[in-house]
């Protein structure tokens, strides 16, 4: 049999070198999250033959779309052929070993022939990671599981197997019972846990690991500036390359700085920089607990050999700023204490979206061909009703265009039941930042949210207008208005439109910090609840979670001085999302706020109530 090779990048080689127990991951966009899970699936099959590893996920829409395809294309690479070597969703053929745990249905798993069985485990079914004993745990985008359901119900199932695997066998395993949890930086309270397994740096060597973490990152977005000035010099082919990615090849540009010149200037202060990081990132290189945990942070700088600058430069330049810092970069920032929206993840965000018998059926019917499948479509969203229109509100700009799709319902995804308030409810939001400011910003925005929703029974939507897209692009000579421009292409696409607009002048933002801060209470039922899909609107959330409280004489508002010309904070980092959320909000429900509520005492800043 061939030799058979598979690069593994700086995010995966300490976890395959130091081979822990227990793993905990936090990791940018880029990174190979899923393909580190498939290196753990390999390491499963070959020391726990015949054993049980559950895969958890918010969702079965999760693992069957994002989780997998990479998994099973990192096995397949090394030699796991599908429907030879393992079976997904079927009783396995004759010759394949059964489990040590017998299995009594197989809907939800992935048998190998060694018997080695992956339980598919979605926390929107409850009760699905009840039954057989486990060997190994891998759970996947940490930050959305329930802790306490999956400690109730996936957890102490991690107990079997100890004749075969664990001490009473003789030779024990020492991954046996372990864990793998991989995530994204979370972003909101609940969801912090994960990085409670990070405490040991400082209890065992005194290493305040984020602190140096994010010293790390902002050099490494410093270095990007030059990178960036560098590539616009149009340097020759020929010439040394001023932006090596290991030690070696930083020590061979040290040659070229001695020509002079700007590019040199440029060479000698990315390896002073590149330098710099090194060692800042050797006092947190990883190690294993005392208990057998390894944690570890990483972002796309880890796999840039393979991502390439060009990546790392293009999504800087169109993804606004807070995301690209938290989703690439994976900075670790806590919400801001006084924040003008108090949101609750347990009260206000849902991930069980996905209806999950329609996407297993469909995913069955392509034969689990994940890399292939195209799962991008309303018609898999368990949240979207088809046969009712789609509300959508926007936050026009010449730099970065965003919009958010609602629906209200009488339906609470949160809690999963009936309920008689209406629920205002986010299910998605679409953004365009292109690399120049021409139309095509428009047509992407409006193309995007077209081709997702081309299956959406009712073709109707209500637009709530912004006041501010009544202006036309600045960048564009005889440009439409953004409005004009976003109807045009909806209709274009068969699309009725309802257009809905509050009178008057803009509301001051203190009126909209009252009216969120009764929603968001749920004290007054004059009011919706909001309901936000937290997966499909991750950006929005992120945007929500960020943004400050000040005030303003007697009044409380929005901190938006990042928006202000000369203000040194780029457009895209301001808070547009969170301002197509207040526009949709205002518009329905703001002229509520003349009335008496029962919503009194409730806003908090700096510990004060109001």
């Not at 802790?147 to 030779?171: A, D, I, L, M, W």
């Not at 929005?558 to 909000?585: C, N, Q, W, Y």
Request: charged share 25%; net charge neutral; hydrophobic share 35%.
């Amino acid at each position: 049999m061939a030799d058979v090779f598979v690069y593994g990048n700086r995010a995966q080689l300490p976890k395959l070198l130091l081979q822990a127990p227990c793993e905990v991951s936090v990791e940018g966009r880029g990174t190979g999250k899923s393909f580190d899970i498939g290196f753990k699936m390999d390491a499963v099959i070959r020391y726990l033959p015949r054993g049980i590893c559950t895969i958890t996920g918010k969702t079965f829409g999760q693992l069957l779309t994002r989780t997998l395809p990479s998994s099973l294309k990192l096995l397949n690479q090394i030699g796991h052929q599908k429907d030879f070597d393992y079976v997904i969703g079927r009783k396995p053929p004759a010759g394949f070993l059964s489990s040590y745990e017998a299995l009594s249905k197989f809907d939800n798993v992935i048998s190998f022939r060694n018997g080695t069985r992956f339980v598919m485990i979605s926390q929107s079914e409850p009760g699905s990671g009840r039954g057989a004993n486990a060997d190994y745990e891998i759970v996947d985008e940490a930050l959305t599981i329930d802790r306490e359901q999956y400690n109730n119900e996936v957890s102490p199932t991690n107990r079997g197997n100890n004749e075969f695997f664990g001490k009473k066998s003789g030779h024990p395993i020492p991954m046996h019972h372990g864990f793998k949890y991989s995530t994204s930086m979370p972003v909101t309270k609940e969801g912090r846990w994960v990085l409670e397994y990070a405490d040991y740096y400082y209890k065992e060597r005194g290493v305040r690991i984020f602190d140096i973490w994010n010293r790390v990152v902002m050099m490494q977005v410093d270095i990007l500036k030059v990178v960036d000035e560098y590539k616009q010099l149009d340097a020759p082919q020929d010439a040394a390359v001023p932006c090596p990615t290991t030690p070696a090849a930083v020590a061979a540009a040290q040659g070229t700085a001695a020509s002079g010149g700007r590019k040199a200037e440029l060479i000698a202060e990315f390896r002073r920089q590149w330098n710099e990081i090194q060692r800042l990132k050797k006092q947190i290189a990883p190690f294993v607990s005392r208990s057998g945990v390894l944690f570890t942070l990483s972002n796309a700088f880890d796999n840039l050999e393979m991502l390439t600058w060009d990546y790392l430069l293009k999504n800087q330049k169109q993804l606004p700023a807070l995301i690209f810092m938290v989703e690439i970069m994976n900075m670790y920032y806590d919400k801001v204490e006084d924040c003008f929206y108090s949101l609750q993840e347990r009260k206000h965000v849902y991930y069980n979206f996905y209806d999950e018998d329609r996407l297993r059926g469909f995913a069955s019917q392509v034969g689990f061909d994940f890399v292939n499948a195209d799962f991008r479509s309303s018609v898999f969203d368990k949240d979207c009703e088809p046969s009712d229109p789609l509300e959508l509100s926007f936050d026009w700009g010449s730099k970065i265009c965003v919009m958010q799709v609602s629906q209200p319902r009488h339906w609470d995804f949160v809690n999963g039941c009936a309920s008689e308030q209406i629920c205002q409810t986010m299910i998605n939001e679409f953004y365009s930042k292109p690399d120049g400011n021409d139309n095509v910003l428009i047509d992407d925005l409006l193309g995007q949210f077209c081709k997702y929703y081309e299956h959406h029974v009712c073709k109707e939507v209500v637009f709530f207008k912004d006041k501010y897209g009544d202006h036309r692009n600045p960048n564009v000579l005889n440009s439409k208005t953004y409005n004009e421009m976003a109807l045009d292409v909806l209709r274009k696409h068969g699309w009725s439109v309802a257009i809905k607009e509050h009178k008057g002048t803009e509301p001051p933002q203190s009126d909209k910090y009252v009216m969120w801060g009764i929603i968001l209470n749920e004290q007054d039922d004059n009011y919706p609840r909001f309901r936000i899909n937290g997966d499909k609107c991750h950006y929005t959330l992120i945007s929500m979670n960020n943004a400050k409280v000040k005030q303003v004489k007697n009044n409380l508002e929005k901190d938006k001085s990042s928006e202000r010309p000369g203000s040194g904070v780029l457009p895209e980092e301001a808070t547009h999302f969170s301002d197509a959320a207040d526009k949709i909000m205002w518009i329905k429900y703001g002229k509520l706020l003349g009335k008496k509520s029962k919503g009194g005492g409730i806003l908090r800043v700096g510990g004060r109530s109001f």
